[in-house]
């Protein structure tokens, strides 16, 4: 499926599909991969042979995700989509940061009206989304340069993942809407807990952080628990954390003999409207 507001990542220019392959209009030709995604990261792009997730923290993201201990968080999610496109026939909406999909599937599965874009830089986590949905859009990109159309997107949703105030704004049209979901300090505070003498609390403000651009509509905070009861599933967790990279084998032994363990999944969850800019 080719989405009409994709844009050529070196140039801009809108890229028309011709054969199995998108073009521009200066000729930069980009080749569907045989999975069914568009390879629009540059090498320019790249600050490393194989950028974002690795096969192994893609693996273990699908695995622990598909367990649905998070699907509430899809649920929310979707009752804003909904909410929010109820007057629009077919919206354009892109999931960046998507990984392997299970988030972006279930919207377009219960959305399948409007238009999904899912956009990540790991090229192995989009390989798995695809196979979780074939009608949505899928890409290997940058972020910080979206092969998007200026002004065109309806709904860009940002999942734990990195704030880009400037491309975000430029990718969205005037009246559209910026969904973000960052982690509030009693995220997964039981294992950091378990993995850490000193928990230090984050001083990350997106609300800040985006104020020059966008304006803040709405605000909710999501919390629930969740238990644990096997050592694969909890091993799971730990590989699609930053956690998993830090603790060593004897802490991670500790944990599993701790099962089963009860956990907090607490999250914001922050709607924003761009801000109208000087002429």
Not at 73 to 81: K, R, V
Request: proline share 6%; charged share 15%; with cysteine.
């Amino acid at each position: 499926m080719t989405n009409p507001i994709l844009a050529c990542p070196l140039c801009k220019a809108p890229l028309a599909p011709i054969n199995n392959s998108l073009v521009c209009e200066a000729k930069h030709c980009f080749d569907r991969a045989k999975q069914g995604y568009w390879n629009l990261l540059s090498v320019q792009q790249k600050k490393s042979l194989d950028p974002g997730d690795n096969p192994l923290m893609v693996q273990a993201r699908s695995a622990f995700l598909d367990l649905d201990h998070y699907q509430p968080l899809a649920a929310a999610i979707q009752h804003i989509l909904a909410d929010e496109l109820q007057q629009i026939n077919s919206a354009q909406i892109l999931d960046m940061g998507c990984g392997e999909g299970y988030y972006t599937s279930q919207w377009q599965q219960n959305l399948p009206q409007h238009q999904f874009l899912g956009l990540d830089i790991s090229k192995h986590a989009v390989k798995a989304a695809t196979r979780r949905n074939r009608d949505i859009s899928w890409l290997v990109a940058s972020g910080a340069n979206m092969p998007i159309a200026d002004h065109s997107l309806d709904v860009l949703s940002v999942l734990f993942s990195r704030l880009m105030p400037e491309p975000f704004a430029r990718a969205l049209k005037d009246d559209a809407l910026l969904i973000l979901v960052w982690p509030s300090a009693n995220h997964l505070v039981q294992l950091k807990q378990a993995l850490y003498q000193d928990v230090k609390t984050s001083s990350y403000d997106p609300i800040a952080e985006l104020n020059p651009l966008f304006s803040l509509q709405s605000e909710q905070q999501l919390n629930f628990d969740f238990i644990l009861e096997q050592a694969d599933h909890l091993q799971t967790l730990l590989l699609m954390t930053p956690h998993g990279q830090r603790i060593n084998d004897d802490t991670k032994a500790s944990l599993i003999q701790q099962l089963p363990i009860t956990l907090s999944f607490s999250v914001n969850i922050g709607c924003f409207r761009k801000r109208a800019q000087p002429v």
